[in-house]
């Protein structure tokens, strides 16, 4: 089966001219899909709204555009993949409301956190009932691929959940146990699971079973995807600590939370020992304990350890092995505008983490 082309798409389009168009379109119908299975006859006060807001503030349908354009570099068509793609997303957007209550956010997309607009048990519920209603569209897929797709689809998502979990789990508990001596293993070890399953590995796979009917294999796209979503966390990690009107979470939020960064994790290692010292003490405190003024000192220790410029010299090494990955995961297929949509992820994120 051919990818067909949308109608709507200019065939000399490239670079970023060619992911922005990408993911404007993929994104919109991913949204409108969305919006249908949040919708409902009887309106449910203190829950619609909360579960519409994350949704709707935009975001940048990176990981249904990817599910999209592996479906159809795959063979399949746009239509296929739509029920898909919206549980991406509302299963995305549902464990970002959980991350923000977990990790004290404050921000998200430039707006003031769920939970800081409506309260933890509200912006709980909401999370939990995302979560819920993304099961419709997997068990849509029962009509619309077969049974035998649709239960590989859940499988693969079973796993991703799994994953996502277990990575989840490590970033809290180093923080909860105070565990300070990590390696970058370790940190790779916990971006693998938390960050490229969900959003990477687990939309390519489920693009790729829906354009190839199940006869692809799954686990070939495992090692670009860990490669893209590993540079994607290391560059997000930076954006965190440089201000730049179009990030749409707190500054120095990772400060705050003491997350365990790969740029935690080389000031820590390069920095002196009384300022090791201070950095220990510095992550042994809650939330609530950490000033403004001891999180300016660490960053301005990040600065002076080159952490920040160690960590995108990681990240770019990373993206070269992503494109390594991409060309022999992708490398028999034809040349398509999805195709190339997918390769351009690697250098389109350094701008848009």
């Avoid at 068509?77 to 997303?89: K, P, Y």
Wanted: with cysteine; net charge negative; glycine share 8%.
């Amino acid at each position: 089966m051919t990818p067909r082309p949308p109608e709507s798409f200019a065939p000399d389009l490239a670079g970023p001219a060619l992911m922005a168009a990408v993911l404007e379109e993929y994104g919109a119908v991913t949204r409108r899909s969305v919006s249908r299975y949040l919708s409902r006859d009887r309106p449910a006060p203190y829950l619609d709204d909360l579960m519409a807001d994350y949704p709707g503030r935009g975001g940048k349908m990176m990981r249904p555009s990817l599910c999209i354009a592996n479906t159809r570099a795959f063979g399949g068509q746009m239509e296929d993949a739509v029920q898909s793609a919206a549980a991406i997303e509302l299963l995305h957007n549902a464990l970002l409301v959980h991350d923000d209550i977990q990790d004290g956010s404050e921000t998200r997309r430039g707006r003031p956190t769920l939970h800081a607009l409506h309260g933890v048990p509200l912006a709980i519920n909401a999370g939990d009932a995302m979560l819920l209603t993304a099961l419709g569209p997997l068990l849509d897929n029962l009509r619309h691929l077969g049974d035998s797709v649709a239960r590989r689809i859940v499988e693969a998502t079973l796993s991703m959940a799994r994953e996502t979990a277990e990575g989840q789990a490590l970033e809290l508990g180093w923080r909860d146990a105070n565990v300070i001596d990590l390696t970058e293993a370790d940190y790779l070890t916990m971006v693998l699971k938390k960050t490229a399953w969900m959003g990477m590995i687990w939309p390519a796979q489920v693009g790729l079973l829906i354009g190839s009917r199940g006869a692809a294999d799954p686990e070939s796209v495992v090692r670009f995807g860990f490669f893209l979503g590993a540079a994607f966390q290391i560059e997000d990690d930076v954006r965190n600590l440089i201000p730049d009107g179009n990030y749409g979470k707190e500054l120095n939020g990772d400060l705050f939370e003491a997350k365990r960064t790969l740029i935690l994790l080389h000031a820590r290692r390069t920095c002196t020992a009384d300022e090791r010292r201070r950095l220990d003490a510095f992550l042994g405190l809650d939330r609530a304990e950490r000033s403004p003024e001891s999180v300016s000192w660490l960053a301005d220790l990040i600065a002076r350890t080159g952490s920040i410029d160690y960590a995108r010299t990681v990240a770019g090494a990373l993206a070269g092995a992503a494109t390594h990955e991409f060309s022999i995961a992708y490398g028999h297929l034809p040349p398509s505008r999805d195709k190339s949509f997918i390769e351009g992820l690697t250098p389109w994120l350094f701008q848009h983490a």
